[in-house]
Every structure is written in structure tokens, then in C-alpha cells.
């Protein structure tokens, strides 16, 4: 079947290559934007996937780069936002991490404007922007209407959550004021099989953990967590139903750092997972992920993602279990 032409940004990244990988074996064309094209060796996993030869194309374009979108997006029915300023060492977090973010989300959403195909856009936001606020109620899951407090996280200078805070909500205002019919899709923390053959932060986190290393995994306290196929099935979903709109959190199970060690320590025992984490004084949480499970979504569970990504990690040479 076939469901059109779609543009995905980021094309290259962990989860925006896993969504190319489903929008083919559902029947799509897409356009993939990257940084050069011309990468064979960060490319290749992308040209393997079945479909790519017939309906995959990759162009060159910069989220710095005012109207480096144009071309990609032009007679497109759908923009999948999910590429974002690259994570790591940073000396003005605001320059390097929170203006790319938020210049970058504008740039692309400006080429959408001026495509007149464009039926949706459906932006990768972050459960970050949910759940980093002073007045959380244990009591009360957090769902779509719930916004992380810009204010607070530049106090804590968690500048990854500033920035896309604001690049969600710089995207709201820009859409309602030009007629954009968007809708953001809202994952926690995403697990499982990694096609770029170099991992990326979030994977990295995962195999430093399953290697006995705490310091990373320690930051996040309490954490939701989602398998990488459901999310891209929800962007796909959000992307196709009539009705879908606004916010959409994306997250299977929410656990604290203890339980998940104790989950992966029981099913490998023989891998160097940390026993205990030193607590935080961070709040409880859970997330009322009603509305994405009302269109039909079913999430896997935190065993099958764990799962998933260490038969990855090992098959692709970067775990190995005793």
C-alpha cells in the first residue's frame, strides 16, 4: 500500500532511523534529511533496510541553515521534527544547546509553511517536558496537560530539558499562528535494538549500565521508560488518525532506578548490573498514558525492550554476556 511521501529529520539518528524503518515496511516514501549525504559508513544501515532502494532518498540539510528544509519538505503530506542539537561537552549551554533547538524546530517548521501538500507535522518532544516542575502531586499521574518549569531547570542547568521545553512550545505558538496542523509525540526514556551501527548517548547510558557503571543511570532517579518500536508506531499512528491531536505521551513503565537493576540483575545474572543506587530526594511519579492507548497503541513491556537492546548490543559486538 501506498501511503505517500513523508520527510523525517535526523534521518541518521537512533530513533529517527527505527521510524524510517517502519514508515517503509508500511508502504511510505520518505525523504530523510542528514548532514551529508555522501556518508556511506553513517548511512549504510538506512540503505539496508527493505524498501530503501525503492522509496528512500536522503538530502542534506542543516537545522542552522534558514531554509535548508525547503527542498526536503516541499510536496511532502507529512514532517516527522525529530532531529535535535547533538548532546555532549558544552561551554554556554544556551548557544550550543537551547537556541539550536529551539532556531532549528522554527527553521524546519518555516518550510513547512510554505508547502501547500503539508496535511501534518508530528514533533519529537521529550517526557523532560512534563515532569520538571516544583508542585508534582505523588498522587496525580502526570499526562499531556503538564509542562515542565523552564525556570527550574535553568536553576538545576538541565539545559537538555530547557531546550526542549522550549523548542516544543516555540513550535505551538508557531503552528497555531500559521494553521500548521501539529501534534508532538512525547517519549521517556527509549530502549531497545540500535540500527546506527555507533550508538548514541541514550544506548550508550544503557550499556554502561549493564557494564557496572552507575554514574549515568544515577542522574535519572526515577525514570519512565519505552521500547523504540513503539515509539515509532505511535508517531505513525498520531501521523494517520483523523482525530489525533496535541500532546501525546509515549511511555510504557516508570521505575525507579533500584527496581529496574533488580529487574535486569534477576534475567542477567551475569552481567556486572549495579545491586543499589544511593537515593535521590526526587519525587514519585507515574504517567497516565490514556489518551495514546485510546487510538490503539499497546506498549511493550520493560523486559521486552531490556531485551531487544542487549540482543542488539551483543550482536553488533558491543556487549558480551559471560
Known amino acids: 500500500m501506498d501511503h505517500g511521501m513523508v520527510c523525517v529529520t535526523g ?15 508500511s508502504g511510505y516514501h520518505v525523504i530523510g534529511t542528514v548532514r551529508d549525504p555522501g556518508n556511506e559508513a553513517k548511512l549504510a ?36 521534527h525529530m532531529a535535535s542539537p547533538v548532546l555532549g561537552q558544552f561551554t554556554d549551554p544556551r548557544e550550543e544547546i537551547v537556541n539550536p533547538a529551539v532556531n532549528g524546530t522554527l527553521n524546519v517548521l518555516r518550510s513547512c509553511k510554505k508547502n501547500p501538500s503539508l496535511r501534518r507535522v508530528v514533533l519529537t518532544s521529550s517526557s523532560s517536558t512534563v515532569r520538571v516542575k516544583d508542585n508534582l502531586d505523588p498522587q496525580i499521574p502526570l499526562d499531556e496537560s503538564s509542562w515542565s518549569s523552564v525556570e527550574l531547570c535553568e536553576k538545576l542547568k538541565i539545559w537538555y530539558v530547557v531546550s526542549k521545553t522550549m523548542a516544543e512550545k516555540a513550535a505551538w505558538e508557531f503552528c497555531n499562528k500559521n494553521g500548521i496542523n501539529l501534534v508532538t509525540v512525547i517519549p521517556s526514556f527509549v530502549v531497545g535494538p540500535s540500527l546506527p551501527p555507533t550508538l548514541c548517548s541514550t ?3 544503557i550499556l554502561g549500565l549493564l557494564q557496572g557503571e552507575t554514574e549515568r543511570f544515577y542522574w535519572h532517579g526515577r525514570m519512565g521508560y519505552v521500547h523504540i518500536d513503539d515509539v515509532a508506531l505511535c508517531h505513525i499512528l498520531v501521523y494517520e488518525h483523523e482525530k489525533a491531536q ?60 531490556f531485551e531487544d537492546c542487549i540482543t542488539s548490543l551483543v550482536a553488533q559486538g558491543h556487549l558480551s554476556i559471560p
Open 203 to 205: 544506548a550508550s547510558d
Open 246 to 305: 496535541g500532546r501525546y505521551l509515549c511511555s510504557s513503565t516508570v521505575v525507579d532506578n533500584d527496581e529496574l537493576v533488580s529487574i535486569l540483575s534477576t534475567r542477567y545474572p551475569t552481567l556486572p548490573v549495579p545491586k543499589r543506587f544511593e537515593q535521590h530526594k526526587r519525587p514519585y511519579y507515574e504517567f497516565n498514558t490514556t489518551k495514546i492507548k485510546s487510538l490503539g497503541l499497546n506498549f511493550k513491556s520493560i523486559e521486552e525492550m
Open 11 to 25: 534521518a541518521s539518528g537512533f530513533l529517527a532511523s527505527w521510524l524510517i524503518k517502519r514508515l517503509l515496511l
Open 45 to 80: 544501515h538506512l540503505w539496508n533496510l527493505q524498501g530503501a532502494k525503492e522509496r528512500l532518498r536522503l538530502v542534506k540539510a542543516e537545522l542552522t541553515e534558514e531554509g535548508s528544509f525547503d527542498d526536503a519538505i516541499m510536496g511532502c503530506a507529512g514532517v516527522f
